[in-house]
């Protein structure tokens, strides 16, 4: 009951960072709200927690059927949720610092459907999630023999350790990350308060040097406290990073991955390779400027993109250029990051561009009506140049190509976006033309897989054809296409 209560007031506090900053500021304005009034506000809070963790952990049952897992659980409505060992494609094992001293971890897992986790045990003995996570994980593949030999009469390999990150691969990854937007984001409700602030103090200073020179010269002082909030942003950025991934480390175990990492929070992740849809490399823009990128691994129903960083994805931190392509070949040796890609048509930058200065021209229309200045509307002669700008940019960041049962797609504006995936793993494949794209004889290529769809934007009609066709092929018969004994037709989809 006591891990409940903890888990759910922080995960309460990391999901309302911005409203409870604000209504801390509230407060602190707010003269005829006392110490009394915070208290039993605070006091009242702390009792519905304490009932409602009571209720929850009295209604939580789960038990493993054969190999069916069920979990009944609810606080006002009761539900019950069973889930077979053949489905389950993500486990984890969480053990944040205040569960250390009991023994006690949070296990959790996921299914081809979800984009969180399907169901949670929230604090269980190591023991038991260790047996449960082997049960789980055993009943969906073959098991070894009562000699230990597996089905082709050889022993197991033995597990092997793929990669360790070091302090220096720690900071580049927490720099290179794309957490430094994220905290921004939660940041921005408290930087209107710190500029009131800072302003007052500085009214109180009026005669000290530094003081006057930042006066004079606003634009000194803007520059400097944007240096400054950067600095800071870095660094948070660093220390998530140390929090994550300390000693992270991926080991290859048969036809499983497991990941440990964590400092405070230690975490252990399950990665089936049977389940692998895709593998993505990734680089954002000071990861290319640093020459870092990460890895992330997606299964049946994978997490969305810009889920990265949350704890369920399956994500390789602090990897050099050479580091990220060596390790994506563990997953499947003939896999190469490295190569030539094919640009889309040039076509598909004006179309970006249209759409940026579309949405350029909005928000200066808007910002024009807002505060009821005109000038505002000499911005459109910035817009235009700008959103060709932009064009550019993701034109020369989109690419494609194919290698063997592989294709490769990379997006990206400044940073770059690589997906590798095995084409004989669509699900479907479609062949999209807009009306433009009619009369240009151009088309938009769509491979679905289980993980997510991946795009081809603006190639040639013909080209997508084939690609469609051959993928189909591939998928229809992946053995005689991985082994180039059969041909095949590139005609009409």
Known sequence: ??????????????????????????????????????????????????????????????????????????????????????????????????MRPFGVVRFSADTPGGVTAEFELPGIRRSQAE??????????????????????????????????????????????????????????????????????HLQDLDEVAWVQVFVEAPWLAGGLFLLALVVVLMGIAVVVAWLRFFGFTLVRDGERFVQYSGLFNRQEQVLSARKLQSIEWVQTALGR??????????????????????GHSFLIPGLSLVEGPELARAFWPALDLRGTYHRVHPYYRRAVALRFAVVLLGLVGAIAAITAQPWWLLAVGVVLPLAWGLGHLRWLAVGWRTDGDYAFVRTGLIGRRTAAFPRGNAQTVQVQQSWFQKRRGLAT???????????????????????????LFRVEAPAAAAAGKREHPLGSA
């Open 1 to 98: 009951m006591v891990f409940l209560f903890v888990r759910g007031v922080v995960r309460f506090a990391r999901e309302n960072i911005p409203v409870l900053v604000g209504a801390g500021a509230g407060v602190a304005v707010i003269e005829r709200i006392g110490l009394t009034e915070v208290i039993m506000a605070v006091s009242a809070l702390l009792l519905l927690g304490v009932l409602l963790s009571v209720v929850y952990y009295r209604r939580f049952r789960f038990r493993l059927d054969g190999d069916v897992l069920l979990v009944q659980k609810g606080l006002l409505e009761r539900t019950e949720l069973k889930v077979s060992a053949g489905r389950v494609q993500h486990i984890s094992l969480e053990q944040p610092v205040y």
């Open 131 to 200: 047996s449960l996570r082997q049960a789980l994980s055993t009943r969906a593949t073959p098991a070894p023999a009562d000699d230990g030999m597996d089905a082709a009469g050889e022993a197991p390999p033995a597990p092997e350790t793929l990669f360790r990150i070091g302090p220096r691969g720690l900071t580049l990854h927490g720099l290179a990350s794309n957490s430094i937007y994220v905290i921004a984001a939660f940041l921005a409700p408290v930087l209107q308060p710190l500029e009131r602030l800072g302003r007052r």
């Open 289 to 310: 400027v640093l020459r870092r990128g990460y890895l992330v691994c997606r299964q049946y129903g994978g997490l969305p993109r810009a889920a990265d960083h949350a």
């Open 445 to 471: 290529l769509r491979v679905n897989l289980a993980s997510g769809p991946e795009r081809i934007p603006w190639i040639p009609l013909d080209q997508a054809l084939a690609l469609a066709n051959d993928t």
